[in-house]
Every structure is written in structure tokens, then in C-alpha cells.
């Protein structure tokens, strides 16, 4: 009887990695692609094969994976918005209140910015803040 299965694969620095999300303990590695899908296929007997001989079947197959494409527009804001967080996330790391962080971007001791109608401060600054402490 043939089964089939859903794999993921993936290059990395030193070869291939592939799995079956759907089943637990199923990585492997290899050199190539075609060594990493030769494994699955040997891990797939084995364990079917096990599966077979302790409970007489093997899991149902289940629709576990999609790869999809994902697109972004990346503009120059919003790169230079990663180097800022909120005022809310500002008072968390400085252990200030709303006030004392808003006086320090008015008087210029915290770089401030706003983002799409968000009032947000450099990370920098912060930091830079938070070591002057």
C-alpha cells in the first residue's frame, strides 16, 4: 500500500534538513537534497513498518503544510521605524512613567519620532538613557 506524506525541507549552511511535521521525531539531515528525501522515504518505512507490526495501521494523513509566498512593500519609514520602540515600551525598560518619558523626548533626552500616527522613541536613546542611569 503507498502513503504519502507532507515534508518540509530546508537548505542551511551545512546541507539539507527535512522533516514530517506530522510525525513526531522525524528530522534528518544530509548533504543534498536528494539524500535528505532518500531519508524520509527510509524513515517513513521504518516507522509505518513499526506502526503496522504494534497498533495495525498508520495515522490517517493530515494537510499539515503550505508553503505560500508572502510580499511586502519595504519603504525607507519603515525601516527606520524598526529602530524605534513605543513610549509605552520606552517606560517598561526605563521604569519611568508616561510623563517623565514624555518630558524626556520634549526636552530632547530621547530621540522621539511619529509613525503612522504613533508617538515613538529610539531605541538608541533609550538605551543610551537607560546607561546614564
Same mark, same amino acid.
Given at each position: 500500500?503507498? @502513503? =504519502?506524506?507532507? /515534508?518540509? %525541507? =530546508?537548505?542551511?549552511?551545512?546541507?539539507?534538513?527535512?522533516?514530517?511535521?506530522?510525525?513526531?521525531?522525524?528530522?534528518?539531515?544530509?548533504?543534498?537534497?536528494?539524500?535528505? %528525501?532518500?531519508?524520509? !522515504?527510509?524513515?517513513?518505512?521504518?516507522?509505518?513498518?513499526? +506502526?503496522?507490526? &504494534?497498533?495495525?495501521?498508520?495515522?490517517?494523513?493530515?494537510?499539515?503544510?503550505?508553503?505560500?509566498?508572502? !510580499?511586502?512593500?519595504?519603504?525607507?519609514?519603515? %525601516? &527606520? &521605524?524598526? +529602530? @524605534?520602540? =513605543? =513610549?509605552?515600551? /520606552?517606560?517598561?525598560?526605563?521604569?519611568?512613567?508616561?510623563?517623565?518619558?514624555? /518630558?524626556?523626548?520634549?526636552?530632547?533626552?530621547?530621540?522621539? +519620532?511619529?509613525?503612522?500616527?504613533?508617538?515613538?522613541?529610539?531605541?538608541?536613546?533609550?538605551?543610551? @538613557?537607560?546607561?546614564?542611569?
Amino acid at each position: 500500500m503507498r @502513503y =504519502t506524506y507532507e /515534508a518540509v %525541507i =530546508t537548505k542551511d549552511s551545512d546541507g539539507w534538513v527535512g522533516e514530517i511535521p506530522q510525525l513526531s521525531d522525524s528530522i534528518t539531515q544530509g548533504e543534498t537534497r536528494e539524500d535528505v %528525501i532518500d531519508m524520509l !522515504s527510509d524513515m517513513l518505512l521504518l516507522e509505518f513498518s513499526e +506502526r503496522i507490526d &504494534e497498533q495495525g495501521e498508520v495515522p490517517a494523513f493530515e494537510h499539515v503544510v503550505e508553503c505560500v509566498s508572502i !510580499s511586502v512593500d519595504l519603504t525607507e519609514e519603515d %525601516i &527606520e &521605524e524598526t +529602530r @524605534y520602540i =513605543t =513610549t509605552l515600551e /520606552a517606560q517598561r525598560q526605563l521604569g519611568l512613567s508616561e510623563e517623565a518619558v514624555s /518630558a524626556l523626548a520634549k526636552s530632547g533626552q530621547l530621540e522621539s +519620532r511619529h509613525f503612522r500616527g504613533k508617538h515613538m522613541v529610539s531605541i538608541e536613546s533609550v538605551n543610551r @538613557y537607560a546607561e546614564a542611569l
